[in-house]
């Protein structure tokens, strides 16, 4: 696919609903004290190709970033997965490349780790990956079933996948025909769990282990919404500026959104929306490592990564 073309399909996505240096040693009074200083962590990294959903893996201490590499909705095989340390710094920009291995990917776009598999949504299939060798291990159709799969969550009882409803409008652009859905897997089955259009093109979804519940975030709407499994309500959190995309829950009342509408990092708080992070355009699928207490943001039109901290909770 040209590059133009490319640029055109995921720009029209976007408006159809809406490395680091290290730091120097420090001077040693003696020369059996002198050691070198950590390198500094890199606030960003270039070099991807439409990243849409970054993961963190605290066991291996390493982030899995997820390539879309073209048209999000085409299945054109050439999606991939790059790894980074966990400083953030580069380790294989093409860990998991489709075409290569027994691989398929066309275009991935959130991930979720359950044991040693690193689950993958890709257009209309759920794919899973050995998170350590990178190795194919699980492929999940749901071909006539979900349209855009877009976000993975992983729940008490099982791993729970958003679907977009986007497609292509014939026209080289994207459209939102719907509908707009929420799947779950458990083992190598999926099912759908919920279907309805107040969900709004659902986008980032989480786990809210305090409520027992789930909050989605709307592409195509204002409204963060709690849904419980099992259940066809849906109850309103809190609104944002729109074309919400990550969704990540930190714990003690607060939980961090992405805004496309005004390429902000928020965080939700008390019911209280508050920008923690600006000039982030296309800020896609953000993970977080507490160990650190970094979050990475994907920037899918900007081809790079950037990192910031996590604010500290308030009382």
């Not at 409803?165 to 994207?174: A, H, L, Q, T, Y």
Request: aromatic share 6%.
């Amino acid at each position: 696919m040209h590059v133009r073309h490319t640029t055109i399909a995921l720009l029209a996505f976007a408006l159809a609903v809406g490395c680091g240096r290290e730091k120097a040693p420090a001077p040693a009074a003696a020369a059996d004290s002198a050691a070198p200083a950590p390198a500094a962590m890199p606030d960003k990294v270039e070099g991807f190709k439409h990243p849409e959903s970054a993961r963190y893996d605290a066991e291996l201490d390493v982030w899995y970033v997820s390539n879309i590499n073209g048209d999000p909705s085409a299945k054109d095989g050439n999606g991939y997965i790059s790894r980074l340390k966990g400083d953030g710094s580069p380790d294989s920009m093409e860990f998991i490349v489709g075409g290569k291995d027994s691989v398929t990917l066309n275009g991935p776009k959130g991930m979720a780790i359950v044991g040693d598999t690193l689950w993958v949504a890709d257009i209309d299939v759920i794919r899973g990956f050995n998170r350590k060798t990178g190795a194919p291990v699980a492929s999940v159709s749901l071909e006539g079933k979900a349209k855009f799969l877009n976000d993975v969550g992983v729940g008490p009882d099982g791993v729970y996948i958003t679907d977009s409803g986007f497609g292509s409008d014939g026209k080289g652009g994207m459209a939102h025909p719907g509908p707009d859905q929420i799947f779950k897997l458990s083992g190598h089955t999926a099912t759908l769990a919920l279907k309805s259009p107040a969900l709004a093109a659902p986008n980032g979804i989480a786990w809210d282990s305090a409520g027992r519940r789930f909050l989605v975030g709307p592409f195509a709407g204002k409204t963060v919404q709690a849904w419980t499994p099992g259940s066809s309500r849906l109850s309103p959190v809190a609104d944002t500026p729109g074309q919400v995309d990550g969704v990540e829950v930190l714990g003690q009342d607060r939980v961090l959104l992405t805004s496309w509408t005004d390429s902000t990092l928020d965080i939700l708080q008390g019911g209280t929306l508050t920008p923690v992070g600006g000039k982030l355009p296309s800020p896609a699928d953000i993970g977080v490592d507490t160990k650190r207490g970094r979050v990475a943001i994907p920037l899918l039109m900007e081809d790079r990564v950037e990192f910031r901290a996590i604010p500290q909770a308030t009382p």
